[in-house]
T-cell receptor, first 112, second 117 residues
């Protein structure tokens, strides 16, 4: 059974810092991995999707990496801004599966 | 990116009544839709997966007779909470995926806050 873990559960950093969020998964037979952002009381916004054959994806200040063999993904946020404050969720889709398995999320606070 | 809408965004109802939540994919055909519920400060819990024209596949522990899911078209899925009770109060989020989407991204709706009195 696939399990997804995100560390840390919460993170607070000053504005302008670069930061890394971590996601690990137990079964490396994945189809893809997706990073989402969730603001309080809102739905999820897809940030980046990495296919199993890819190593990384970039969008603006965000860079997500994938290391299937070690069961890890990282989300790198450059030059953080207060507007980046949200909960970040990582989700894995297994080979042959329909559903996503979510981590518990990292609640990020960027302090002005 | 693709847009998924949910209606209503917030609903308050009395115990014992039924509530229907709609989920629509606005600019793509959703061959597969998912329904999640989320408790405060927790991650999403998948309730069921539905493919257009087929019966939904429910996750273990989710009562299919209580949470009725219909995916009658490629742009609409509905979740009906039957005989709602206070413990059904939660944040319900739908998600949609298109098989024709080359990136296979799963898009989420804005959620529906259900409060059962």
């Amino acid at each position: 059974k696939q399990e997804v873990t995100q560390i840390p559960a919460a993170l607070s950093v000053p504005e302008g810092e670069n930061l890394v969020l971590n996601c690990s998964f137990t079964d490396s037979a994945i189809y893809n991995l997706q990073w989402f952002r969730q603001d309080p009381g809102k739905g999820l916004t897809s940030l980046l999707l990495i296919q199993s054959s890819q190593r990384e994806q970039t969008s603006g200040r965000l860079n997500a990496s994938l290391d299937k063999s070690s069961g890890r993904s990282t989300l790198y946020i450059a030059a953080s801004q207060p507007g980046d404050s949200a909960t970040y969720l990582c989700a894995v889709r297994a080979q042959g599966a329909q559903k996503l398995v979510f981590g518990q999320g990292t609640r990020l606070t960027i302090n002005p | 990116g693709a847009v998924v809408s949910q209606h209503p965004s917030r609903v308050i109802c009395k115990s014992g009544t039924s509530v229907k939540i709609e989920c629509r994919s606005l600019d793509f055909q959703a061959t597969t839709m998912f329904w999640y519920r989320q408790f405060p400060k927790q991650s999403l819990m998948l309730m069921a997966t539905s493919n257009e024209g087929s019966k939904a596949t429910y996750e273990q522990g989710v009562e299919k007779d209580k949470f009725l899911i219909n995916h009658a078209s490629l742009t609409l899925s509905t979740l009906t909470v039957t005989s709602a009770h206070p413990e059904d109060s939660s944040f319900y989020i739908c998600s949609a995926r298109s098989s024709g989407n080359p990136t296979d991204t799963q898009y989420f709706g804005p959620g529906t806050r259900l409060t059962v009195l």
